[in-house]
């Protein structure tokens, strides 16, 4: 057996690029050596907790330090919070990166579930998150307490954390009133206001009253998609805010009138406050030098009174950029590792089984079927941004999604038509395509008006039902575009299952799952290693591989069928509208991206260019939707060069098309909220 010495000498660049990227990830993470940085779990009281710990290394229980949680947001983890944790720990103070219940590697108690709505998974995980990590805190030796026993500890949590943090400020002051006792000292909340937290009673008004002399703050950006609304201005919330201006903003720094931003209030009640509001969106703020300043400065002001032994390093030196940058080198390392595996193992005994032979390279188009086959690839790359917010959104048997239906209808109607007339002509070729094109359209009525992913008991990834809607109402609507093309095009040119890389050999199919099975398990033993070794995962920004424990295997399970459907119609769109003579190279591979991705980034384009260019962004009631649709763009980006790489190596899509279903779905589950675990 001979295999090639190009994917051995591609393995070893990429285990060098994941070395070297975790290795200094960790470096950086723990401050260039001056924190340690551990992953604990904990009894939370209403479930399992966990979290990154970060300890400077002068912090005991004969030196306690002023303490810090810091938690992401609704469908992130505790990573999403590594700018302030690696930037307030390396200053000296004690930083707890809390994964929420039900997210990272947390999990709610079954019995805290209210039920299976929406509202039953979705209040529990944040309501009790930030003050169950309280409680555990206070007790450590090496969190300070001043004189009285209150604790030193500050919360600060982004969006779904920040009402969290919210929520145990409440939590706190009725426990105060009890054991006279504070164990929250400041906070500082991030993209979050007190649109969710008035459900539980805990409103702007509310909330002042229970400040209890604290010290508090809000980064408050001026393009949330969410929240900071002004109420009298109607329409959807992805618009310019000025938080300090409305309502809730005055009345949380205590003023009649609207405030000054970045400028400090004293309380009626013995406290201070303070409203950030950087030229951010939502999610910007947890990648931003500018919010990472902000939380240095609040809490070194916060905390002055016990500032011995705390550095004084200005807000704007920061290294955890650097932590970010050595991860996004990891994760090239990683994509380009899974490459080099994958060819490895298909030139193995068995797996070699994978490959099927020569490619079907086709003749490069020319006059006017070049010119109609352009038009129709760049309608199937509009498609999934046109109905992006109809599925994302609107959901099945809405008005808008209803087109699909009615498309789906004409599609199967025509598909009838062109079957009877190929059975008339005998042509085996037409009959075929045909049926293709009946099958699809018939189901993409279905998906049109079939509510599929509402059974929160059963998908329990809650966060990723919309896009999983999205992704095979995408799927769908590439199929009938293939079927259509076939029968109206390369039926007459004698195009075959090959021409799309389908090759139906059983033990084919079953050594491409194989392979991408073994490739996956293997690509991921290096990413536990990694993170077992240095704390790294492999990421930029939202878009991260990362560990998981096997309590959310269920969930990959139930979600890989739809996606694995996805990337067998993605593969094949790739195959046969790359594989051409003129699209070999690097021009294949960019054709390819923008076949998988050109609709979300044309959608993210546009809506994000109106939002800061007019104030409103043109699909202004599509927030959530929007944040989750730019790890889209990178996801879809490395399915793209997967998928043709290894169609070039194998002559089929069923290796590519397996790994990305693997590794997208365990990525995309790893990184969200699974309930019910």
């Known amino acids: 057996m001979k295999i090639s010495k190009r994917p051995w000498t591609l393995l070893c660049v990429a285990l060098v690029l994941v070395l070297l990227g975790s290795i200094l990830a960790g470096v950086f993470n723990s401050g260039a050596g001056a924190v340690k940085v551990t992953r604990i779990s904990f009894d939370g009281g209403h479930g399992q907790l966990s979290g990154l710990l970060y300890m400077p290394k002068d912090a005991s229980?004969?030196?306690?330090?002023?303490?810090?949680?810091?938690?992401?947001?609704?469908?992130?983890?505790?990573?999403?919070?590594?700018?302030?944790?690696?930037?307030?720990?390396?200053?000296?103070?004690?930083?707890?990166?809390?994964?929420?219940?039900?997210?990272?590697?947390?999990?709610?108690?079954h019995e805290n579930y209210s039920d299976s709505s929406f509202f039953g998974v979705w209040l529990p995980f944040w309501l009790n998150s930030m003050n169950d990590a309280v409680q555990y805190m206070y007790e450590q030796p090496y969190v300070l307490k001043d004189e009285n026993g209150n604790g030193i500890i500050g919360v600060t949590g982004h969006s779904m954390g920040g009402f969290s943090s919210t929520m145990a400020l409440a939590m706190d002051e009725t426990q105060y009133a009890e054991t006279g006792v504070r164990k929250i000292y400041a906070s500082l909340t991030e993209g979050s206001d007190f649109m969710y937290t008035s459900i539980l009673g805990i409103d702007a008004a509310t909330s002042d009253a229970l400040g209890g002399g604290r010290i508090l703050g809000k980064v408050a950006a001026q393009y949330d998609e969410f929240f900071f609304n002004d109420p009298n201005v109607q329409g959807g919330t992805v618009r310019h805010k000025d938080f300090v201006s409305t309502p809730d903003g005055m009345t949380f720094l205590q003023q009649s009138e609207p405030a000054q931003v970045n400028t400090w209030y004293e309380t009626a009640d013995g406290g201070r406050r303070i409203v950030y509001e950087p030229?951010?969106?939502?999610?910007?703020?947890?990648?931003?030098?500018?919010?990472?300043?902000?939380?240095?400065?609040?809490?070194?002001?916060?905390?002055?009174?016990?500032?011995?032994g705390i550095k004084d390093i200005a807000p704007t030196s920061q290294l955890w950029q650097w932590k970010e940058a050595f991860e996004c080198v990891a994760l090239v390392g990683f994509v380009m590792l899974i490459i080099a595996l994958a060819s490895i193992i298909i030139e193995l005994p068995f797996f070699r089984k994978a490959k099927s032979g020569e490619l079907a390279v086709q003749t490069s188009l020319t006059g006017g079927k070049k010119a109609a086959i352009c038009l129709i690839l760049a309608v199937a790359v509009l498609l999934p941004a046109l109905f992006f917010k109809p599925l994302m959104d609107d959901g099945a048997g809405s008005a808008s999604v209803n087109i699909l239906f009615y498309a789906g209808l004409v599609a199967a109607a025509a598909g009838l038509v062109v079957l009877i007339l190929g059975l008339v002509k005998k042509e085996k070729k037409l009959t075929v395509g045909a049926c293709f094109l009946l099958v699809s359209g018939a189901l993409l009525a279905v998906v049109a008006k079939v509510p599929m992913y509402s059974n929160n008991?059963?998908?329990?990834?809650?966060?990723?039902?919309?896009?999983?809607?999205?992704?095979?109402?995408?799927?769908?609507?590439?199929?009938?575009?293939?079927?259509?093309?076939?029968?109206?095009?390369?039926?007459?040119?004698?195009?075959?299952?090959?021409?799309?890389?389908l090759v139906f050999k059983p033990l084919t199919i079953l050594a491409g799952l194989c392979t991408a099975v073994v490739t996956v398990v293997v690509a991921y033993g290096v990413l536990f290693l990694m993170d077992a070794l240095f704390k790294a995962d492999f990421r930029i920004w939202t878009f991260a591989f990362k560990t998981f424990d096997a309590d959310i295997l269920p969930a990959i399970l139930r979600y890989l069928p739809t996606f694995l459907l996805f990337y067998i119609v993605s593969t094949a769109s790739i195959t046969v509208n790359t594989n051409t003579e003129k699209l070999q190279g690097a021009k294949g591979y960019l054709v390819a991206i923008v076949l998988n991705a050109g609709g979300p980034i044309l959608w993210l384009a546009v809506q994000y260019i109106s939002l800061f260019a007019s104030g409103v962004a043109v699909w202004s009631g599509s927030a959530l939707s929007g944040i989750?649709?730019?790890?889209?763009?990178?996801?879809?980006?490395?399915?793209?060069?997967?998928?043709?790489?290894?169609?070039?190596?194998?002559?089929?899509?069923?290796?590519?098309?397996?790994?990305?279903?693997?590794?997208?779905?365990?990525?995309?589950?790893?990184?969200?909220?699974?309930v019910f675990r």
């Open 61 to 109: 229980a004969d030196n306690p330090k002023p303490t810090i949680i810091v938690t992401h947001g609704y469908l992130n983890s505790a990573e999403m919070q590594d700018a302030n944790a690696i930037e307030l720990s390396r200053r000296g103070f004690v930083v707890l990166a809390l994964d929420q219940y039900d997210h990272g590697h947390s999990s709610l108690s």
């Open 279 to 308: 030229a951010q969106t939502h999610p910007w703020n947890h990648f931003s030098a500018e919010t990472t300043g902000y939380a240095v400065a609040f809490y070194t002001e916060a905390f002055a009174p016990y500032s011995e």
């Open 457 to 501: 008991a059963f998908w329990t990834a809650i966060g990723v039902n919309s896009i999983a809607y999205w992704t095979i109402g995408c799927a769908m609507m590439s199929l009938v575009i293939f079927s259509a093309v076939y029968v109206g095009f390369k039926a007459k040119e004698g195009a075959g299952f090959e021409t799309y890389g």
């Open 628 to 674: 989750m649709l730019v790890a889209m763009v990178p996801t879809l980006s490395v399915a793209a060069i997967i998928s043709r790489n290894l169609y070039k190596k194998t002559g089929n899509i069923w290796t590519p098309a397996f790994l990305n279903a693997l590794l997208m779905t365990t990525m995309t589950i790893a990184n969200t909220m699974v």
